[in-house]
């Protein structure tokens, strides 16, 4: 680890942006012996939205050696994750223990979380600099897509000292005679960094996408707001049950966007609504509905209109209001907003340099997917920049396979907020303009065949697949319960390979054929077990029952279109460009595969 106080002249591997995407690549890279310089515009711990994850973090964080510091640190534990949709009377959950005990997630406070991951790039070898802003790229002179360097300005931290100037003495609140203090700031250092290979981590702000690249491209169908703020006081959803520390999701009853309810480790829970720009701007020029608090648990004493629209637009979330209660009260000034557009780009790779996290993509956070994203696109930056320090393949090939690892994972999710989008506002969307047909190829290959049936697929992506794909994975919200899906495991006749989300995806007509015999056995069963979600309600029908076994049956197939996102050996399995991941501390890299895949 460097004693330096700036940026040195020259580092092998230059990482901009300590979020969660720059500091894991700056772990993972120094693990693998390189010298790794990672320069930080703002001061840690800072403030950041986005609290929520998914289970694939934990494998993520034990690849790179920091799980049992996010263990000890006393997160709240999230054991799985409701959603609920205005077309169904209850709330759909699923249960991540259901796949072992160790495959929970946790929802952080971010600044902590933050701060945690940069402090194990420290710890793992990496040169950290805050307070250091990477204002320009300078590129080759004999190959202008290469760049070879950045011009930094660096502020030191402010030093403070007894002032030495005439003054009157001060007594402090002991007693004691003081003397005042001067806070002595010194001047901005600037400097020139070259490496041999760059990662972007820049957030949202993106350097070499917006800057040099100008390649981002905006989702036309997900350009939305959100705005957040934080309460106490409140109940929590699954309070004294295994579901306790679980997020609430909530379609809003208008169908302009959903809201989140995340409970943190600080005792405050953070509670946002997203919706479509255009309805905000409208919104802010009329009058707002009122609001469903009362004063005081709601203060808004500068009258600002955005808090006043947050409060008034959480009436559309009844489900949130309820566990809110009339006990809830609202953090003064912590109400934010933010844009919320969607976007990704051509390529997150080129000659020397990678493109990660929120710098190079972002999804609507329905389905918290953010720091996933991160870690794999940071993880993906790691190994290809080995891989061609190791000499496993050119070091285009590397760039190539970032660009497609960070698109596939990215499409996945793109397709499923989209269906969850499409549920929302109960209306189809076009979105044939915001998907790219290579990626969906790569994402969804396994996907196509079960959509188009027997009949051959066609040579180009069509608005109907798409919407099919939509429609297929959409399933993964249905209202279903860990509870209801042990019963039908246990008395519905079916295979247990049609209960198993490991297993290959199935075409709908076989679900269909699988219902017919398995009810054979399911209309044998006259009771309902008392601790499902029908509590022994005897009006429960066959026709309740087929319908639950359907929505089961759907939810369990359409979790597999994402399951594998969800395992880190994946991308030592899915080849792409003829290559896989070497997945190993001390080797990490690519591996050619015996046959190429896109």
């Not at 973090?57 to 049992?68: K, P, W």
């Not at 997900?222 to 379609?251: D, H, I």
């Not at 190791?390 to 070091?395: N, S, V």
């Not at 399995?573 to 991941?581: A, L, N, P, Q, T």
Request: charged share 20%; aromatic share 10%.
């Amino acid at each position: 680890m460097s004693s330096l106080k700036h940026p040195p002249q020259h580092t092998q591997v230059l990482v901009i942006g300590g979020g969660p995407a720059g500091s894991y690549a700056a772990s993972a890279l120094a693990r693998e012996g390189l010298d790794v310089t990672l320069c930080e515009a703002a001061t840690f711990p800072r403030y950041h939205v986005g609290e929520s994850l998914i289970p694939s973090a934990r494998q993520y964080l034990r690849f790179i050696g920091a799980e049992s510091a996010l263990v000890d640190h006393g997160f709240v534990f999230k054991p799985g994750s409701a959603i609920k949709f205005n077309q169904f009377k209850r709330e759909g959950y699923t249960d991540f223990l259901a796949l072992g005990c160790e495959n929970n997630a946790w929802n952080v406070v971010r600044s902590e979380f933050d701060q945690l991951l940069m402090n194990h790039a420290r710890a793992s070898g990496a040169a950290v600099y805050e307070r250091t802003k990477v204002t320009d790229v300078s590129f080759s002179s004999t190959d202008p897509t290469k760049p070879v360097s950045v011009t930094w300005s660096h502020t030191p931290t402010p030093s403070v000292s007894p002032s030495t100037a005439p003054w009157a003495p001060l007594t402090s609140f002991l007693g004691k005679i003081m003397s005042p203090l001067t806070v002595l700031k010194s001047p901005v250092i600037t400097g020139t960094t070259t490496f041999n290979y760059l990662i972007d981590a820049t957030g949202r702000a993106g350097l070499l996408s917006t800057k040099y690249l100008k390649n981002r491209h905006y989702n036309a169908s997900l350009k939305n707001l959100a705005v957040w703020g934080y309460w106490k006081g409140t109940t929590l959803y699954g309070a004294g049950t295994a579901r306790q520390g679980s997020p609430w999701f909530e379609a809003l009853t208008d169908e302009s966007g959903w809201a989140w309810f995340i409970p943190l480790h600080d005792g405050t829970i953070s509670i946002g609504i997203v919706v479509n720009h255009k309805i905000f701007d409208r919104a802010l020029k009329q009058p707002l509905p009122p609001s469903p608090f009362s004063h005081p648990s709601t203060f808004n004493p500068t009258n600002s209109k955005i808090i006043a629209y947050y409060l008034s637009a959480l009436a559309l979330a009844p489900g949130v209001v309820e566990l809110i209660t009339s006990g809830g009260s609202m953090v003064e000034g912590s109400v934010k907003s933010a844009s919320d557009f969607s976007y990704s780009a051509a390529s997150y790779a080129g000659s020397n340099y990678r493109i990660v996290g929120d710098a190079g993509a972002f999804i609507d956070p329905f389905f918290s997917s953010g720091i996933h994203l991160a870690f794999t696109s940071a993880l993906s930056a790691s190994a290809t920049i080995c891989a061609s320090i190791r000499g496993h393949c050119p070091e285009l090939s590397a760039a190539e396979w970032h660009s497609r690892r960070v698109s596939t994972s990215y499409t996945r999710f793109q397709i499923v907020v989209l269906s969850a989008y499409k549920q929302i506002r109960a209306q189809k969307m076009d979105i044939l303009c915001d998907i790219d047909e290579d990626n969906y190829d790569r994402a969804f290959a396994f996907l196509r065949p079960v959509i188009q049936g027997a009949s051959d697929m066609g040579v180009r992506l069509s608005e109907t697949e798409l919407q099919k794909s939509l429609d297929f994975c959409v399933s993964l919200f249905n209202p279903t319960s860990p509870e209801q899906h042990e019963r039908l495991s246990r008395s519905s006749g079916l295979c247990n390979e049609v209960f198993d989300i490991n297993a290959p995806l199935v075409d709908p007509a076989i679900f269909r054929d699988a219902l017919q015999i398995g009810f054979q056995s399911l209309d044998s069963c006259s009771e309902i077990d008392s601790d499902s979600d029908t509590d022994g309600d005897q009006s429960f029908s066959e026709s309740d029952r087929v319908l639950e076994t359907k929505l089961i049956l759907e939810k369990i197939n359409a979790r597999r279109v994402i399951h594998s996102e969800y395992h880190l050996n994946n991308m030592e399995v899915e080849s792409i460009g003829g290559y896989v991941m070497r997945l190993e501390k001390g080797t990490l890299g690519l591996a050619r595969t015996t046959h190429k895949a896109r």
